[in-house]
């Protein structure tokens, strides 16, 4: 998927429509390139509902690779700003 979102909110929103119609590989893709863009690597607010979403994709489909790169991006982007958060 090679679109490129401004604003992580916008690409949560798009994760949550794709899963809606069914196509939870398409949302997990563009959940785990939000957390890998160079240019979302500050922690926000928004990070913490993306997680949650990518982790429960990623549960459903069962694929403990993409889970465990999804958690070692997020420690690193949340580790200093809100370790609290992990």
Not at 13 to 20: D, F, H, Q, S, T
Request: some cysteine; glycine content about 2%; hydrophobic content about 35%.
């Amino acid at each position: 998927m090679s679109r490129h979102f401004q604003r992580p909110e916008n690409a949560l929103k798009r994760a949550k429509e794709l899963c809606a119609v069914g196509k939870s590989d398409a949302a997990v893709k563009l959940l785990h390139q939000i957390l890998m863009v160079r240019r979302h690597r500050t922690w926000t607010k928004t990070h913490e509902p993306i997680m949650k979403q990518f982790l429960s994709i990623c549960v459903e489909k069962r694929d403990s690779m993409m889970t465990k790169d999804g958690l070692h991006q997020y420690r690193n982007i949340s580790q200093h700003q809100a370790p609290a958060s992990l």
